[in-house]
């Protein structure tokens, strides 16, 4: 029988299967300090344990400061939040990367890049960016902090099957052009509920041609168009990732694993219950001009009228007719899960060219692990940004969620490569408008949102 | 888990569309790490608005929301906020998925209705009137012919019954959990010897 990727991972984990409903195996589970103190409480609650703590990785991403982490956390909310993951690991046995460590970094960027996260496998973790890890073929959503709970007593969740939507960009993205850009597209192509229920299987070959930190990108937006899981399937890019990752199989292990993941993709003949092509070599720069990741436009475009969107707009402080581009803006932010892997700071740096932050524009770079930092540093990428005007900051999410100090005052506006532009998201009264990493760069140093490929050109 | 049959009283009407996690509990609350007395902090950033119809104190169990409710983060703590407020039935269009799962795993009913029938129950809810959600016989009554609703069927007796799915999962299914695991110990071995 022919099968899709996302049908073949299933059937893989089923355990038992009642109605339509499947208890499901869960392999893997990334932990981090805000979803997780509840999940714990519950554990003692009932008096269970962590079936096993082995297959469980925690790491502090959330809350932690960006700056300054050689001394105490300032913040003692924040301080305890994070003591207490340490604490909840020590007891319940689980690793925890330690925030001095040199292997903390945003859960979803340390996954992949410590090859916990594996093609074949389930993974959950207590965040809805756990779409992310589908780009390596791996069946990933985000939970609730009670299902991970659920998952670390029991090693299985209950779990509805998704229906499948396969998304196929077909061309070659044109040069400026980046998988955020596709992944913005897509989202306002479907709308924020479009995929609702659904799995999503990016293909093509403009997703071929991504490199893995592409694929995590696109995947790690699929929750914004609704849908808990994207996927890409598994190919020798993503072999060659992975391959000598410290947590990945090695020798024999390796081939054996290799053999079987060759066997996940799609089968040529697999019927999926919806299909959406996009010519990818149409798409162009793409910018969000309200408060969901649906409400953007090609940087070209002027804004739309609509009613439902007079409200979002009048927060954005934003008009119909108006160009997006030229916008002025304040503050920068290139960093989080979604755009803070090293060829997002790559593309980000290469957009400088010896130009200067803009005057009354704040800009910040936050790299999403201290991998990534340590491999920006070996480029000289710290220089660029520094010498540029921009702060170069310790790992964490940061301006995407703003639990730390880093936070917007209210009607800043903010050229950001995070995932949200939701109201508040930034800081309460802040205005975000989501871009590619090259794009935040170019609107730092214009001091307003311009076309990166003018800048390139 | 509190168990839930029938839900009964006024509702309040939120028809604004995408109303994500992060308004309904703003991540800065995301500090506290209780799960208990939440709901002094839903929608903070909305309750200077004066048109805004949530209340810190309610007593009305019923939200007829928007389309695309409770997208964005999978915060638990946008349900537990909503709960601690008194309510236990949201009807929407259409609901953010990790949301509507963490509801039904906090004594929450999410009840997706077609446009005209939110439309009849929000009617009834701006008129102030009584509301009657019966998950037994999966109705809604309000003014007019009881609107029938679908929820699936595992998560319908978890609600009656108020179960824990943690502890009904070791319970249950235990043996085929280990069972499984011999299996997948020979199918792929790489997960079970590696280093993770």
Not at chain 1, 192 to 200: I, L, M, Q, R
Not at chain 1, 328 to 334: C, K, L, N, R, T
Not at chain 2, 88 to 93: G, K, L, M, S
Not at chain 2, 111 to 128: F, N, W
């Amino acid at each position: 029988m022919v099968r899709t990727l996302y049908e073949k991972l299933w059937d893989a984990h089923v355990v038992t299967q009642a109605g339509d409903k499947a208890l499901l195996y869960i392999d893997r589970h990334l932990l981090h300090e805000v979803s997780t103190p509840q999940s714990f409480e519950a554990l003692r609650e009932d008096g269970l344990t962590v079936r096993r703590p082995e297959t469980q990785l925690a790491v502090a991403d959330h809350s932690v400061p960006t700056h300054d982490r050689d001394g105490a956390i300032a913040d003692p909310q924040a301080a305890a939040q994070i003591a207490l993951l340490e604490r909840n690991c020590a007891q319940f046995g689980i690793e925890y990367l330690a925030l001095a460590g040199e292997d903390q970094g945003i859960v979803h960027v340390i996954g992949p890049e410590q090859g916990f996260t594996l093609p074949g496998i389930t993974l959950v973790c207590g965040d809805s960016h756990t779409s992310t890890h589908g780009a390596f073929g791996a069946l990933a959503f985000g939970v609730g902090a009670s299902e991970c709970g659920t998952a670390m007593a029991t090693q299985t969740l209950w779990q509805a099957r998704a229906k499948t939507l396969r998304v196929t960009f077909t061309g070659a993205l044109q040069p400026g052009v980046s998988a955020k850009d596709m992944a913005l597209t897509f989202i306002g192509t479907v709308g924020a509920s479009g995929a609702t229920g659904y799995a999503v299987e990016y293909a093509g070959d403009a997703v071929e041609a991504l490199s893995m930190e592409g694929r995590m990108t696109l995947c790690n937006m699929t929750i914004e168009a609704g849908a808990r899981t994207g996927l890409v399937a598994p190919d020798a890019k993503t072999f060659a990732y992975l391959k000598g990752r410290p947590r990945a199989p090695q020798g024999d292990a390796w081939e054996q694993a290799v053999a079987a993941w060759r066997a996940l993709p799609t089968d040529p003949d697999a019927r999926f219950d919806r299909e959406i092509v996009i010519d990818a070599a149409a798409i162009t720069p793409q910018v969000t001009f309200g408060t969901s990741p649906d409400q953007v436009v090609p940087i070209g475009a002027t804004l739309p009228s609509d009613d439902k969107l007079a409200k979002p707009m009048r927060y954005m402080g934003v008009h119909t007719g108006e160009a997006i581009e030229g916008l002025a803006i304040d503050h920068a932010f290139i960093g989080s899960c979604t755009n803070g892997r090293i060829e997002d700071l790559r593309a980000a740096a290469a957009v400088i060219r010896g130009g200067h932050v803009a005057s009354g524009v704040r800009a910040l770079v936050v790299p999403g692990s201290m991998r990534v930092k340590a491999q920006a540093e070996v480029e000289g990428l710290d220089e660029v940004f520094e010498k540029a005007g921009f702060e170069w900051r310790e790992p964490g999410c940061s301006l995407c969620v703003a639990m730390n100090d880093d936070r917007l005052p209210a009607g800043a506006r903010c050229a950001s490569t995070s995932n949200r532009n939701f109201e508040g998201r930034q800081g309460v009264g802040a205005r975000t408008h989501l871009m590619s990493p090259a794009m935040v760069a170019a609107a730092a140093i214009a001091g307003r949102i311009v076309d990166v490929r003018k800048v390139l050109a | 888990m509190k168990a839930m049959t029938q839900v009964s009283g006024q509702a309040i009407s939120l028809p604004d569309a995408d109303i994500d996690t992060d308004i309904i509990y703003p991540a800065r609350f995301l500090l506290i790490t209780e799960k208990k007395g939440l709901g002094r902090y839903a929608f903070a950033d909305r309750r200077d608005d004066p048109g805004f119809p949530f209340r810190v104190q309610e007593d009305r169990p019923i939200l007829v929301a928007g389309p695309n409710f409770g997208c964005g983060s999978s915060r638990e703590q946008a349900p537990w906020a909503i709960g601690d407020l008194g309510v236990r039935v949201i009807i929407a269009t259409s609901f953010g998925d990790i949301f509507a799962n963490n509801c039904f795993r906090n004594g929450i009913l999410p009840i997706q209705l077609a446009p005209a029938d939110v439309q009849a129950v929000r009617a009834s809810a701006e008129a102030g009137k009584i509301i009657t959600v019966d998950l037994v016989s999966r109705t809604i009554t309000a003014a007019g012919a009881p609107i029938a609703f679908s929820v699936p069927d595992d998560q319908r007796e978890t609600l009656l019954n108020g179960w824990n799915d943690t502890t009904r999962i070791l319970a249950l299914h235990g043996e085929d959990v280990t069972a499984f695991e011999a299996a997948q110990q020979r199918a792929a071995p790489w997960l079970w010897t590696t280093r993770i």
